[in-house]
């Protein structure tokens, strides 16, 4: 990861959803978050507006915020408030990174947006019209809203760019990856690239030496293979939907499924889409919650489905963990991230249960005290190293958008 080369440079990075604004304004020098917040339920009938200041002090309230123009003013606002924001002026703030979900192959690396990096995430919008539309949205505002302050576009799915055609094509007619580029792009890619280069660091080895395996797992869950400090293999698809068992989505299965269900059930394709999507995986098997923590409770109290459902989440992960190892040929390093990945201890036990003959041995006393923090967890004569590792996709846009203006190509 390059280092950031500021000595005094403040950069608003912002995460659009389809009605939500999260948002941090981070210093270059120090790599330190000044503010960070959130607007949600946009559009409805009464938005949150949640703002904290690092060096203290916090503010919630509630507003009517109609749009992602609306939202973005009243992030200014907030920023240029003398009680709780950090700048005196808007032209304080050097850049705009925007997280842009899907870049299709147009885009491997942070783009400094222009009008044809607008027309091509627009036409990228067709294989992510969750995401990329309300992004787009948030880009035109700050255009509006800050049209002397450049913006940096970092995608999702840019770091899987590395993955070769054995990896990433599907056993369908090439003419239809020819005609509608129908392949794996895979997603999370910030978090994966930033715990990646940060377990290197923390093994004190170059990157280029390293064998690495990530799991982003949180309500969506990803897992990548990283050789060489490149992306050779990940879980997610040309959805999201694909790979592990998440929160509400099914990822893998056979497709012929979705087509005996909608036979059998009488579903159009808008409901199996939002049955494997919003409806299936912990939520789907449990029968009760898509929430890990809810899952572990209802364990503790004996409920069955809770615990296959925990059961089949951890298998996926160590499948995967296996065959990742072997398309790698070997592994150095394995990394747990994102909420569960960060704080279940049990999870990270589980789906390491037996994968003593890949070298992956967990101590179980450190395992059992890391949460949100870095920590290696495996036992010191281990030879993989495992480790807990907080992901900060914010720092990544950050750092990416202050080398996307200062080099722009």
Not at 97 to 103: A, D, K, L, S
Not at 233 to 244: A, H, I, R, Y
């Amino acid at each position: 990861m390059k280092k950031i080369r500021s000595t005094r440079m403040t950069i608003l990075v912002l995460n659009c959803g389809s009605s939500s604004v999260k948002y941090q304004v981070i210093n270059g020098s120090t790599r330190q978050w000044l503010v960070k917040g959130s607007i949600s339920r946009i559009g409805e009938e009464s938005s949150e507006i949640w703002q904290q200041r690092n060096s203290g002090g916090q503010v919630k309230f509630y507003k009517v915020i109609k749009n992602h123009e609306q939202a973005i003013a009243q992030i200014l606002d907030g920023l240029l408030n003398k009680a709780t924001g950090v700048i005196h002026d808007v032209s304080e703030l050097f850049a705009v990174g925007h997280r842009v979900v899907h870049g299709g192959e147009y885009f491997s690396q942070p783009t400094l947006i222009t009008d044809e990096v607008i027309r091509r995430i627009e036409e990228c919008s067709q294989l992510a019209p969750l995401h990329n539309p309300p992004q787009l949205e948030g880009i035109l505002a700050c255009r509006k809203l800050l049209p002397a302050i450049p913006q940096v576009a970092v995608f999702d799915t840019a770091f899987h760019q590395t993955m070769p055609k054995t990896a990433y094509l599907y056993g369908i007619p090439y003419k239809y990856y020819e005609r509608y580029k129908i392949r794996r792009y895979g997603f999370h890619g910030t978090s994966h690239f930033y715990v990646a280069h940060r377990a290197a660091k923390l093994v004190g080895k170059p990157i280029d030496t390293l064998k690495i395996i990530t799991c982003h797992l949180g309500n969506g869950c990803s897992m990548a293979a990283v050789k060489s400090g490149k992306c050779i293999d990940t879980s997610m698809g040309f959805t999201p939907l694909e790979g592990l068992l998440m929160g509400t989505r099914a990822g893998d299965m056979d497709p012929s499924v979705a087509f005996f269900l909608m036979r059998k059930e009488n579903l159009s394709i808008e409901q199996i889409d939002n049955l494997l999507n919003k409806e299936s995986g912990l939520k789907g098997l449990s029968e009760n919650s898509n929430n890990m923590l809810k899952i572990l409770e209802g364990i503790e109290q004996g409920d069955q489905k809770r615990q296959l459902a925990f059961d089949v989440f951890c298998y996926r992960i160590k499948k995967y963990i296996g065959a990742y190892a072997a398309a790698m040929g070997g592994l150095d390093v394995l990394v747990f991230t994102a909420g569960i990945g960060e704080n279940s201890a049990l999870v990270r036990s589980k789906s390491c249960e037996g994968l003593g003959f890949l070298g992956i041995e967990l101590d179980p006393y450190e395992n059992a005290h890391a949460k949100a923090e870095e920590k290696r967890i495996s036992k010191k004569d281990a030879p993989v190293s495992t480790w807990v590792i907080p992901t900060n996709e914010e720092l990544v846009i950050a750092e990416a958008t202050l080398n996307v203006v200062y080099s722009p190509k």
